[in-house]
């Protein structure tokens, strides 16, 4: 559910949230029929019952205007977008490994984040030179990027320590006034997954 | 001036790019395909900087490199008319697309388990498709009485949808048997001009993964 809560943070839209705790409370959601295969994340939102995470940002980039302007920029967003959510995926997966495999899990991460996907990045801003990733504008994938920079930190404080542009761009986008406002304490902006999540998650959704 | 063909990287197998074989071929648009091989192929495409995150699937479509398999789906559906009219019908194709890609996904990891593993993991898929997916869509065919999942024409979820009922049907014949809709509505999508002309013979349609298809697989992507 985060990467959506930054999204509407990005789009300076309010949102209330209902924490599942239980067991109970997730099988009264499936029987009301509200979780179109049985699954949250739902966002109810426009009168709808939003489920199935991509479909949910892609509605919210679209509506808020955070999706490009024509077909190509879209398609790059999208693209930019997936690569990000495959690293913020690892990352989600990590805290419910066995705790031997953690060490191991998280540098593959920290490597996956400086070989794969953060050069990336830092070439695209390198060539084109523009503040955001696509079209010169704030777009989704800005906001998914400095998520998955954040998440990266927090594995490893110094990952960005070759990549200057990412730096620059981390510096940038965190100074919009929605973003800013969601980085500040007191935010609907979640800590990261501690034992205690994990359990919850674990019993709410038995596995 | 004619648009040059869409070509596609990938081995020569289903996989992750069926999909955007199947949508291709529902839009009638014609691809050229560059199978991978061997593990020199794929660093050819990685050194040469042709694949973003240095992987495939990737189309080379209007003079663009696409990967990940759900952007060029949805840059296809969007550019062919296969994503609704408007916001709302994009939503629900959007998620009726990504829960049966979920289910896909089971598929297409398959041939990859251990082969102690591959039957209990049918059962499996078997259980998900009848008690978690089927279920939705026969209500949402039920409840409407159209063609077609959503907004009374083809999409990209009705494509993704029938791919995925065949690839069960090989492994479970009768997977739809109690699903009378579905079972409809799979007959009838299948009778759609172009995917007709997909499922027949000499199509671009990739037959089921067998050995030499997972060794290719492991050739060319295992470090």
Not at chain 1, 69 to 92: C, F, H, P, S, W
Not at chain 1, 99 to 127: G, S
Not at chain 2, 198 to 217: M, N, Q
Request: no cysteine; net charge neutral; aromatic share 10%.
């Amino acid at each position: 559910m985060e990467s959506i809560r930054w999204l509407l943070a990005a789009a300076g839209v309010e949102f209330e949230e209902e924490f599942l705790e239980t067991r109970e409370q997730y099988e009264k959601l499936q029987k009301d029929g509200r979780l179109l295969f049985g699954q949250v994340p739902l966002v109810e939102i426009d009168g709808m019952m939003l489920t199935q995470t991509r479909a949910i940002l892609s509605y919210l980039a679209a509506k808020y205007n955070l999706y490009g302007k024509d077909l190509k920029e879209t398609v790059r967003i999208n693209m930019y977008a997936d690569g990000t959510q495959d690293l913020m995926g690892m990352i989600m997966m990590a805290a419910f490994k066995p705790p031997e495999e953690k060490e191991e899990n998280i540098a593959l991460i920290v490597t996956k984040a400086k070989t794969r996907y953060f050069p990336v990045f830092e070439k695209i801003l390198k060539d084109h030179g523009e503040d955001f990733l696509v079209g010169n504008k704030f777009s989704w994938a800005d906001v998914q990027l400095l998520e998955a920079i954040l998440m990266v930190e927090e594995l490893s404080a110094s990952v960005l320590s070759d990549f200057p542009l990412l730096k620059a761009f981390k510096a940038r986008i965190s100074n919009i006034p929605t973003i800013k406002k969601f980085l500040q304490p007191g935010s609907q902006r979640k800590p990261p997954a501690d034992s205690r999540y994990v359990a919850v998650v674990r019993h709410v959704l038995q596995f | 001036m004619a648009e040059k063909k869409p070509k596609l990287h990938y081995p020569n197998g289903r996989g992750r790019m069926e999909t955007v074989r199947w949508v291709l071929a529902a839009a009638g648009v014609e691809f050229e395909e560059e199978f991978l091989e061997t593990k020199e192929q794929l660093q050819k495409l990685q050194d040469g900087n042709h694949l973003l995150f240095q992987q495939v699937p990737m189309v080379e479509i209007d003079g663009m490199k696409l990967v990940q398999t759900r952007s060029i789906l949805h840059y296809i559906a969007d550019k062919h008319n296969l994503f609704g009219r408007d916001l709302k019908e994009r939503t629900l194709i959007d998620m009726y697309v990504e829960g049966t890609l979920d289910l896909l996904e089971l598929i297409i990891m398959h041939p990859f388990l251990k082969p102690d593993d591959q039957q209990k993991e049918v059962v499996s898929m078997a259980q998900k498709a009848i008690l978690r997916y089927f279920p939705v869509f026969e209500k949402v065919l039920r409840e409407h009485g159209q063609r077609f999942l959503v907004g009374n024409q083809l999409s990209l979820a009705d494509v993704v949808l029938l791919q995925t009922i065949l690839a069960l049907e090989e492994k479970i014949p009768n997977i739809l048997a109690s699903f009378p809709h579905l079972q409809e509505y799979s007959v009838k999508v299948s009778n759609v001009p172009t995917i007709r002309k997909f499922l027949e013979p000499g199509s671009k349609k990739k037959p089921p993964p067998d050995e030499i298809y997972v060794r290719t697989v492991y050739n060319v992507f295992m470090p």
